[in-house]
């Protein structure tokens, strides 16, 4: 193999490669390397750039023995990620150098830490219902088996912790079938200004508390977008709903929509306590919580902002928080026109 054909092989690889002499100078470098890297690399020694005795080991070894070694780095460097080091000699291809690869294996580590910790999540909500309904149903069958009062009074406990249950599994459902479904764009039409109202109507029948709270702010004329009819209305009918739940009672949540020549913004504001901003990032990941004791009283599993991300996704818009401790939240989401 002549160093051309090398050269060319290395260029053709998608992950960051390096050619080394047996010095363990950088012969040549491909461009995802000296992204990587972010400087020339050519002539570079390589414990410059690598300074982890795990990585010359790994060298020594394919040297030593002629056979490819393998082993795991964590690089800082424009943030720590986590990458397989492969390290080959190539003698016995007529070439006196070392391939040297490198695959970033962050995202698979970042994944598996998300699922224990989703399960680990998922396990905590389930054991604090099942819990209370194991002892529900050990003081009926003791103490007060006899006692009509408790009896009643307990049954009520129980039917409302079957329910949390209950919503707690359809949430887990919805957002596995999102995020199955999500690489692939919807192809409905969805009239915005229609789906808002219809969510008014029913909000503000479905609790005392809620009527003649929404304000609704909406052009005359809005073009029909692409979407999901029922996915958006379970987006738009958790913010507002968010936004009545979570606010005085009797203020006013105002929903305005805006349009602009490539998207439609729909602005959720309410007049309640805010969110601290260290809030803020985290609203969107699973069972994340700012008053965990709250969210559980008013029925909140902690996955519905999860959900409605998901779901943005899949229409390619976004959802944007903004908040003022005292003020109140703004909930904004931008969908592609």
């Not at 780095?73 to 391939?99: D, F, W």
């Not at 009797?250 to 901003?277: F, M, R, Y």
């Amino acid at each position: 193999m002549n160093t051309v054909m090398l050269q060319t092989i290395v260029d053709a690889l998608p992950q960051p490669a390096l050619v080394l002499d047996f010095d363990y100078k950088i012969q040549s470098a491909n461009l995802a390397a000296a992204s990587l890297f972010e400087t020339t690399l050519t002539g570079m020694d390589f414990v410059r750039i690598v300074r982890q005795p795990t990585a010359i080991k790994c060298l020594n070894m394919a040297v030593k023995t002629g056979k490819l070694k393998t082993c795991d780095l964590v690089l800082h460097l424009q943030t720590p990620r986590t990458y397989k080091a492969s390290a080959a000699s190539l003698v016995a291809m007529g070439e006196n150098c070392i391939l040297f690869t490198l695959l970033d294996v962050s995202a698979a580590i970042d994944a598996e830490k998300s699922r224990s910790t989703f399960v680990a999540n998922v396990s905590h909500e389930l054991r604090s219902p099942l819990t209370s309904l194991m002892g529900i149903v050990e003081t009926l069958q003791g103490p007060a088996h006899d006692d009509v009062a408790a009896r009643d009074n307990f049954l009520s406990l129980m039917q409302g912790e079957t329910e949390r249950m209950s919503r707690l599994v359809g949430d887990l459902l919805s957002l596995s079938k999102l995020e199955a479904k999500e690489h692939l764009p919807p192809d409905g039409q969805v009239d915005i200004p229609k789906l808002l109202r219809r969510i008014m109507t029913v909000l503000s029948e479905s609790k005392a508390e809620y009527k003649n709270r929404i304000v609704l702010d909406v052009p005359k004329s809005l073009p029909l977008i692409t979407g999901d009819p029922d996915e958006l209305i379970e987006v738009f009918q958790n913010l507002i709903e968010n936004a009545l739940k979570y606010s005085e009672p009797k203020t006013k949540v105002d929903v305005c929509v805006t349009q602009s020549k490539n998207k439609i913004t729909i602005t959720i504001k309410d007049h309640g306590e805010g969110i601290a901003p260290e809030h803020l990032p985290r609203l969107t990941e699973r069972f994340y919580r700012v008053d965990k004791g709250r969210s559980r009283e008013t029925g909140g599993t902690g996955l519905g902002l999860a959900i409605t991300k998901h779901i943005l996704n899949r229409h390619r818009g976004r959802l944007s928080i903004k908040s003022k401790i005292g003020v109140g939240s703004s909930v904004s989401v931008i969908l592609p026109n």
